[in-house]
């Protein structure tokens, strides 16, 4: 398309091949996000909806569905669709973090109330389901609804698992599975069921979306360690809430008699000084698991290009493989 | 069956009619609720749904499929996402109304904390969508998720109209069609969807849930006022929550100027005093709010009634007709 792919980024890219489709999406999330009866809800919503968010999860919607030669009108619905639950689960991830800030404005907890994020996610839950059963394609309704069954779980489970220095590797993965990685997953599968592709590229594109989440969200806990220039982003909100991301997991797995009795402090008790953040990174240091961590969300990015093999040749899946690329190269 | 009906209660009987299903239902309830990864999610739920509620809106899918001649399985599902999707509501609400008792219980969000009620709610709602696509009906996943936006929509007009003395009893039957008919209606309405029964049968089951589902709230915020020896309910709540039920908008509407005073010092300005629910409940005695609260109700109940007449002779659907007379008996 006279595009100089070189010189731009593999998101940007996808944004500028489905950039259509998109524009049909966001018309039908402002066209569902309202309410006749009860105006809080659009006012909540446009607060999220338009903050300029990237629109991954809906953008891999429509370049699953668009790779895999989809047809029909359903697309939008779906990428709608999970662009809903996605604002949903961020509504009520604000008021269960009790989170003041989100891509940099005030969060609508914040702005509004607790009561209002509750129930405007509670609603666009709602919504998420009319949308996707008005595509009539029984196998999308039940990948969608496991993945919202799997986000609450893996969103319960963070909670539980948060400030008890026992969870383990495994525990991290499931919390992320279900936090993250469930809606890429789903995102990407759906496009290959409706576009009616055999089983063996539908298990690929959901292998795909699983992988990508999952290196997503490692890598996004190891900027909350490491930093990052190009966000800008604090360091250190996981451990001041006292998370447990695999960066501390695998420092605590490590750790010595007094390192052990910094965490049980700092993350159990949630007794934190001034300077405990710094002697956090030189313990997780000390025992290399920011590397470890990093090492990790490579191997879940390799992961995904790998899933990619299943698949007949494309631009968006070359596209798609740079993406998982582009994800872990914001680690250098 | 050899039962004495004349003694019993309509809901009582209706349970007798229902048993066998009902714990077919039970059994489903407690497997679907739960986690392998999550035992919060158990814990939270059982605290609910074990607590001796009359399962009502369950019992009213089993009661309107049974009726409809129903040979297939999904009913017991429909029942199950009915009882998960109403147990979900009541944890956010307690969230949302900083509730500390529910049915002389402590609250799940007292018992644990809001986090745990908002995501084991979200948890129900997903797991509640799951066992409604296992039905593989379309309509009936067109009915439930409609009636799952129209709970949320409810339940937001209610937070924005409170305290608001303009609200208007149009704006009262918008929120109570939300927060409790829509659930209603769509409980009986999936009964006669699944056993294929006609259109006018259909509508006809859908518009009983309805009334009976407004009869049914107009009664419980009567009786917030009125008081209720039977219940043993504490008077007053919903005037120190500075809702807006249908006895103080009553009240507003006929307020002369000192009045208006009261309810804009009390329920606008939430500055309430001792004595104040005293003189609230005399204003609306001397206006007749509750008197003409009961008078509609009592036209709700003879609405949901003269629906049933669309339905063939059926010893359910009288049941269904006393169970209508007995939820407005409650107000004499």
């Known amino acids: 398309m006279g ?3 070189a010189a731009t ?11 259509p489709e998109m ?5 039908l999330i402002r066209a569902r ?23 991954l999860r809906p953008m891999l919607t429509l370049a699953s569905a668009k790779m895999c030669g989809y047809g029909g009108p359903h697309h939008i619905h779906l990428a709608a669709t999970v662009e809903f639950i996605h604002t949903a689960t961020l509504l009520h991830d604000d008021v269960v973090d009790e989170s003041a800030q989100r891509r940099g404005r005030p969060t609508a907890n914040l702005l509004w109330d607790n009561q209002s ?6 609603y666009l839950f709602a919504r998420s389901f009319q949308l996707m059963v008005e595509t009539g394609n029984l196998r999308v309704l039940d990948i969608l609804s496991n993945a919202a069954a799997t986000i609450a779980e893996g969103e319960v489970l963070q909670l539980t698992a948060a400030r008890n220095l026992a969870t ?9 599975r279900g936090k993250t990685a469930a809606l890429f997953s789903a995102a990407t599968e759906v496009g290959a069921v409706i576009a009616g592709r055999p089983e063996s590229e539908v298990r690929a594109l959901a292998a795909y979306g699983d992988a990508l989440g999952i290196a997503f969200q490692m890598v996004d806990d190891y900027l909350d360690f490491a930093g990052s220039e190009a966000t800008g982003k604090a360091v250190g909100d996981d451990f001041r809430e006292r998370k447990l991301t695999l960066p501390v997991i695998l ?3 490590a750790a ?27 313990i997780i240091g000390r025992h290399g698991a920011l590397e470890a961590t990093k090492t990790e969300a490579q191997a879940w990015a390799e992961k995904a290009r790998a899933a990619l093999g299943a698949l007949p040749e494309h631009e968006i899946r070359d596209t798609l493989s740079d993406l998982a690329d582009y994800v872990v190269a914001r680690l250098r």
Chains 1, 2 share one sequence.
């Not at 980024?9 to 950039?19: Q, T």
């Open 168 to 176: 383990g590797p495994d525990v991290y993965l499931k919390v992320i």
């Open 9 to 19: 980024k593999p998101h940007e890219r996808l944004a500028e091949i489905v950039a």
């Open 117 to 122: 994020s509750v129930l405007v996610g509670d």
């Open 23 to 27: 524009a049909e999406v966001s018309a």
């Open 33 to 55: 996000m309202a309410s006749e009866h009860a105006p809080r809800i659009p006012e909540v919503t446009a607060h999220l909806v338009e903050a300029g968010g990237k629109r």
């Open 251 to 253: 420092a605590v797995a």
């Open 3 to 5: 595009l100089d792919t």
């Open 256 to 282: 010595d008699e007094a390192e052990r009795a910094f965490w049980v402090r700092t993350v159990e008790k949630g007794r934190q000084d001034e300077g405990d953040l710094g002697e956090a990174l030189r």
